[in-house]
Every structure is written in structure tokens, then in C-alpha cells.
């Protein structure tokens, strides 16, 4: 479980978590650019990691190597709005082979893509936190020992509240 107040509860643990810089807000008014961290239950899709940077996360969900080359559409006008897209790639994207550390390891969750819907957010990962725990772009980020672990403990989804 996920808190507005920045709490990772996990297994009768609590972790200092960043999430999103517009703060946390009901699923049904999430918007694409709001930096805003959706209120819903989010189930881990796939866990993505940087092999040149550390071995692959133990965790209860299939793991994928990164490569320079991906990406992720988050161009609402663009049909592969909510996907992972292989660069260079014409619309607004995101880089996953980031020069600082904060996707060396990525937990996709499962935000508005069961059907993808224009608009209502996208990218929404579980990822490294900033040494500073500044705010994220939407996501829920972990200081690296503790992602690493909740992986390991076979953590399935999380819930926003």
C-alpha cells in the first residue's frame, strides 16, 4: 500500500516512497501531464532492468533487460499511446536507457492499459527513487536496497490510496 504522505507499506514494513509532483489523485481524474500518481490498485505488469548496471531483480513476474533502444509512447494522439516503443520513434516518448540511475530498474504496473485509453495517463512505473526522493512524473519511486527486496518478496500489484 501506497500513502499520499510518500509510506511504502509492504509485509508490516514502512519505506519512504517519491510519488508524483501533482501528488496522488482518484483514478478517474488522472490525466496525461498532470504529474499527478493515480489512487488505484496497480498490478505489476513485468519488471525491466539495466543488465550494464546490475543483475536482474529477483521478483515474482517475468524480467526483461533493457536496451539503449527502448522507450515509451506517452503521445496521446499516437497509437502506440501506452507502450513500449523502440527508438528513435517519432512521437513523445520517454527514454528508458536514462543517463542517471532512476530506471536501472523498472516495475511496470498496470495503469490504463486494459484497454489503453487516450489521455488518461501513461508510464506509470514503480522505479528508483533520487537520492533526494524529489517527486516523480507519477510514479511510485523506491530507494534501490528496498525495491530490490519488495521484488524479491514476490510483490504482485500495489495499491495507491
Known amino acids: 500500500m501506497v500513502t499520499p504522505e ?4 509492504f509485509e508490516g ?10 501528488g496522488v489523485v ?8 498532470d504529474g499527478a500518481t493515480p489512487a488505484a490498485r496497480l498490478p505489476l505488469r513485468r519488471v525491466l532492468y539495466r543488465a550494464d548496471r546490475g543483475p536482474a531483480p529477483a521478483c515474482a513476474v517475468a524480467v526483461e533487460p533493457l536496451d539503449p533502444a527502448d522507450g515509451w509512447c506517452d503521445d ?3 497509437r502506440a499511446y501506452n507502450r513500449p516503443v523502440r527508438l528513435p520513434f517519432s512521437g513523445r516518448h520517454e527514454v528508458l536507457w536514462r543517463d542517471d540511475a532512476v530506471y536501472d530498474v523498472i516495475g511496470v504496473l498496470g495503469w490504463n492499459d486494459e484497454p489503453v485509453e487516450r489521455g488518461r495517463g501513461s508510464a506509470i512505473f514503480l522505479h528508483l527513487a533520487r537520492p533526494d526522493f524529489s517527486p516523480t512524473e507519477g510514479c ?14 514476490g510483490l504482485r500489484g500495489i495499491a495507491v490510496l
Not at 514494513?13 to 501533482?22: V, W
Open 6 to 9: 510518500g509510506h511504502f507499506r
Open 13 to 22: 514494513q514502512t519505506l519512504r516512497c517519491a510519488l508524483g509532483k501533482g
Open 26 to 33: 482518484p483514478a478517474t481524474r488522472k490525466q496525461e501531464g
Open 76 to 78: 496521446a494522439a499516437d
Open 140 to 153: 511510485v519511486a523506491l530507494e534501490g536496497r528496498d525495491l530490490r527486496a519488495v521484488l524479491a518478496r
